[in-house]
């Protein structure tokens, strides 16, 4: 670490000498423009460069089916603007798989295709991206498919199990977006301040809607178990909406206390999301009393969703312990 001592010249004006060994690694010479960037007591200093597209090259030799959709995403979150995908010979599977990965993914598109080579580019400023707006959206998409799911086990819907399972695929292209657009932030203090948010709110937002992916995932487990399953008995059937309901307060008063700007009244949301988890256990093994008796394979499928269920609170028990964190006084 290096210090330096703040001059004052001209009566008003504050100057500090900047390191010349940093300066050279990053091009700063006498006339360069720099920019500041604060953060509360802290302010951040980077050269100045002109708005340039990140691009990331892939060699997809070999890739297909998941593995070649998960390193279009993996580019993606990962930042890179173009993404230049190249082989001998891009095979038709390859390009739907290629296909399928954009449409999962927010402002990404195909810009350009050749026999070897497949361009693709992400058309949204991350100014245009809004980190609370997604996280938000992810409450609800995900909230809404636990209740339909539930619903659908109870009722014996098959279509709107099935209706379900492929709403997740809305919870996994915001969870993308969230993941790119939070990594952009760690690498550069200028996108913080396009999406006006700092960076400790970032990881906030981050850490909760990973959370929120993980419900949605349940939620289409249990639409999966739904689809398989005959109605249960009455019984068991109000003992599994109870758990969904009290699950879903869980959450609910998570996501509240995340989104309160008041530190006491968040604090206070936090802590109460927190202490009905601990009902969760008690409400599960009620579940598990009344299907204990039901033929082997259909009470062994609804323990699964009993499982689903409990996890779905303890991940918005999750949520409530980042309200915590970030409602806590700041050192």
Not at 200 to 212: G, K, M, P, V, W
Request: aromatic share 4%.
């Amino acid at each position: 670490m290096e210090t330096r001592k703040v001059q004052v010249t001209g009566g008003s004006t504050y100057t500090v000498s900047l390191p010349k060994d940093w300066a050279t690694e990053n091009g700063v010479a006498g006339g360069s423009l720099v920019e500041f960037h604060p953060e509360d007591e802290t302010l951040l200093l980077m050269p100045q460069t002109e708005e340039e597209k990140i691009e990331g090259r892939l060699d997809i030799t070999g890739l297909d089916g998941d593995e070649l959709m998960r390193a279009v995403v993996t580019m993606y979150v990962s930042g890179f603007d173009i993404i230049t995908l190249e082989t001998a010979q891009v095979t038709a599977a390859q390009r739907r798989n290629i296909r399928d990965a954009t449409q999962g993914l927010v402002g990404l598109e195909v810009i350009g295709e050749t026999s070897g080579r497949v361009r693709l580019q992400d058309l949204l400023d991350s100014s245009e991206l809004s980190m609370h707006n997604a996280v938000t959206r992810m409450r609800l998409v995900a909230t809404t498919m636990l209740a339909d799911a539930v619903t659908a086990l109870i009722e014996d819907d098959n279509d709107l199990a099935a209706d379900v399972v492929q709403r997740d695929d809305d919870v996994d292209r915001l969870w993308s977006m969230v993941s790119r657009v939070f990594r952009s932030v760690l690498r550069d203090p200028s996108a913080a301040a396009a999406i006006g948010l700092d960076r400790e709110t970032c990881f906030d937002y981050h850490s909760s809607a990973r959370q929120l992916e993980r419900v949605g995932d349940h939620a289409a487990k249990i639409a999966t178990h739904a689809q398989t399953l005959s109605a249960p008995p009455a019984e068991a059937a109000e003992a599994i909406q109870a758990l969904h309901d009290e699950a879903t307060n869980v959450i609910e008063m998570g996501m509240d206390a995340l989104l309160e700007d008041e530190s006491e009244q968040a604090t206070r949301l936090a802590n109460n999301a927190r202490q009905r988890v601990t009902r969760i256990d008690e409400l599960s093994r009620g579940v598990d009393e009344r299907i204990r008796e039901l033929e082997p394979q259909q009470a062994q499928s609804l323990g699964l969703i009993v499982d689903s269920l409990s996890r779905s609170a303890d991940y918005g028990g999750n949520i409530a312990e980042t309200a915590l964190q970030k409602a806590a006084p700041k050192p």
